[in-house]
Structures are given as structure tokens and as C-alpha cells.
């Protein structure tokens, strides 16, 4: 087909072929004339085919001109006895088929508005098909969703080869309707499942893509909130799984730990533990089902140690779970990497949280004194702002350690019986020894303050 030369030529002519389909299913072939514009090599084209098959689909969706049910393949109804009717809406769902997956290829274009309007187009076309639904109902009510379609999208969005950040941001707003942002999660969820299943090695754009979606849903904090639904329904049914804030956070939980299980790339990694305390946990249906990671991410060490006791912190103290060598690996945790790390202020608050039970016994806590007195040797004079108050804070709530710094007749300083390099804070000897450190700093005596909180 000659289009007429500029974006205003491609409009009229694609505008009348439209009309021409929409008027009379004698015209059907036109649709193939469109179609070849959204393959055209000019942006400008292809924007204008994008507008005439979402006006041309969005009306035959709405008249019912397509078929609906289980598709059957094109050539055996067309050589078949089937009527006119039936051959002509069989026909033209292929068509639209074809038409949603080049919208989706679009999703890849170079140029950013090509993609942008190829995503409000196929939400578009969720919305209308939602609405008359292509499927047939297995019973009265049964809620319809047009998931295969809406799977397109999301797929297009994690893109293995593509970095989608600004289109994601796009569709964030789409995620304010619960059950697009219901279906964002299980579509999510298979399409994590399939990139990563039998791939030795997944592009780290991938991951970036996925993170970006994911971390984009939150859900409502109770029930009565689940209101707002992009595609509308004469009435909502309780036996619906999209109307229960229990089905949000299963599918929400299914989500989370399917792309937690993999291999993350440590940028990754950082990105889920600075959110994983305040926009994961607590939507959980089960959060202890996330020790799995957080044990793998505390032993990995260095900055990603420091952001996993966030989450583990929740989980000991809120979920009552057990962590054995936790104390160990938090000991080991403290060297002088940890004065120069972004997280610092956190991992000091966190740190003080778990030291300010009672019940821990007194060589525990005589132990982190004296690796963080022995590292205010060296420390620069800006974490001694944290250390000190830090240390004060510990034999304030533990006066059995206060020895340390009343100790009439210590040992000399080259009789330390404190043992730096022994990993096992409870065979390190540090209640046996002294604060001499903090003499030596000039400042033994500085009254306790609390803990610099977390910026």
C-alpha cells in the first residue's frame, strides 16, 4: 500500500482503511494493509499504524467481532464448513493476534515514544478485552482476565537485552490498580521461572528489569483498600482471588522468593536488603521464608552482611527465629572496613539493637567492647562518634562488664590476655582484659550516648 508522503498522509490513509474494515467485513483484507505499517522502517508510521489498530481492534472487540473461545488454527477453519460468520471472526482474532504481538516487539523499539505508546496501547487493549472478554466464562461469574495478553506486556518489560527503567516508571502507574498490580506479580513470576530455567547465566539487565518491576508493587495494608480495578466489573465476587488481600500477598510471596532463590548479581543483592525491612517483610504471608536468603546474603560479608541484619533483626526478634551462629558472624563483622561502608550509621543502630537484651551473657558482650575499643585505636575521629557512645551503651546495660574499665591491677599492655585474632567472641578472653584502648584514645570516661541512628 503507497502511503501519502509525511505523518498526515500515513494518518488519512490508514483512517480510511479503518473505516473501510469497520463498515464492511467485505473489506477485511485491508487489515493486512495496516498490519504492514506497524513493520514500516519510518517512526513516524509506525505511530500512526499503532493508533489505527488500537481504534480498528478496540472497536471490533467492543462490537464482538471476534472470536471468542479456545482459537482454533486458521486453516483448518477456513477450509472448513463453518459459516461466514464464524470464518470471519476466527479470521480477524488472528489478526489481532499478530497485531498484539508486533505491539509487543514495539516494546523494544529505539525510540522511546515508540515504546511508550506501544505500552499504553496493549494496556489499552487489556482494559477492552477484560471487558469483553475473549474467553469463554467456565461458569457464571468466573472472573475473566486476559492473562496471555497481559503476559505479553510484562514479558516485554523484562527484557534480557533491553534496559527498561524509564518505561517501567511508565508503567508503575498501571500498578495502582489491584488487579493489574495482582496479575504484575503472578505474570512476574513465570517470567522470572522461564528466563532462568536451564540458562547457565542470566544478562545482568534482566535482573535490573526485574528488580525495577518488583520492587514497584506494594500492596495495600488491609482489605477494605483493594478498590480500584483497571478493568471494570458490573459486580465484584467474593469467591474472586483478586478481591482477598491474603491472594495478594501469597502471590506477592511466590514472586519475591522466585527471584530470590537465584544467583543475584551483588548490586542486585544490595538493592533487595535496602528495601527488604520496610517494603518486603511486611507484606509477607510468611516472612521467616525469607531466612533463606538473608542467612546466604549475612554470610556472603562486607556491606551486603551489614544490610541483611536489617531482615534478620525482624526475623529473630518479631518472628522469633533461631540463628545460632548469629552473634559469631556479627563479631566477625566488626574490622576496619566497617568505618568506611555507606551503611555505617545502620549497621551501628542494628548492632546496638541486638546487644541491648539482658539475657546475653557477660563475655558476649565483653567481646564486641573490646573489638570495637581495639579498633577506636585506629578508627578515624568521625566513627569515634560511634563507637564510643556505642561502647558506653554496652556496660551501661551490662554492668558485669564494667570490669573492663575497673579493673584495679589489669594486666600489662603487652600481657593482654584478649585475643584479636580468635573468631569465637565466647573464647576471645576480652572479660579477663581491659578498655586500655580508650585510655590510650584519651578518652576513657566519655559518658554513654546513644548510638547515632540510621540516616
Known sequence: MELEAGPEGARRALGRLVEAVLASRGE??????????????????????????????????????LFVGQLPSEEM??????????????????RYHSCCNRLGELLAYPSFQVKELALSTLMKLVQLEGAHPLEKPKWEGNYLFPRQLFKL???GLLSLEEDHSLLLSQFREYLEHDDIRYHTMQAASDTVARVTDGRPEVPLTFWNNAFTLLSSVSLPRQESDLSSFYIKHAG???????????????????????????????????????????????????????IDFLTRAYDIGGAISLLALNGLFIL???????????????YSLLDPSVFHVKYRARFFHLADLFLSSSHLPAYLVAAFAKRLARLAL???????????PFICNLLRRHPACRVLVHRPRGPELDADPYDPEEEDPAQSRALES????????????????PPTPPT
Open 28 to 65: 477485511a483484507n485491508a487489515v493486512f494493509d495496516i498490519l504492514a505499517v506497524l513493520q514500516s522502517e519510518d517512526q513516524e508510521e509506525i505511530q500512526e499504524a499503532v493508533h489505527a489498530c488500537s481504534r480498528l481492534f478496540g472497536a471490533l472487540l467492543a462490537r464482538g467481532e
Open 434 to 449: 581491659s578498655l586500655w584502648e580508650l585510655q590510650v584514645r584519651g578518652v576513657l570516661g566519655a559518658p554513654p550516648q
Open 236 to 290: 465484584l465476587s467474593d469467591k474472586w482471588k483478586v478481591v482477598h488481600l491474603k491472594e495478594h500477598r501469597k502471590a506477592f510471596q511466590v514472586m519475591w522468593l522466585g527471584f530470590l532463590k537465584h544467583q543475584l548479581p551483588l548490586r542486585i543483592c544490595k538493592k533487595v536488603l535496602v528495601i527488604m525491612h520496610d517494603s518486603i517483610l511486611p507484606h509477607l504471608a510468611q516472612p521467616t521464608l525469607m
Open 153 to 155: 506486556v510484562v514479558e
Open 77 to 94: 477453519v477456513m477450509a472448513g464448513s463453518q459459516g461466514a460468520t464464524r470464518k470471519y471472526k476466527v479470521w480477524m482474532r488472528h
Open 378 to 388: 585506629t578508627a578515624p575521629p568521625e566513627a569515634l562518634l560511634m563507637v564510643l
Open 316 to 330: 529473630i526478634h518479631k518472628h522469633n527465629l533461631e540463628y545460632p551462629d548469629f552473634y559469631r558472624k556479627l
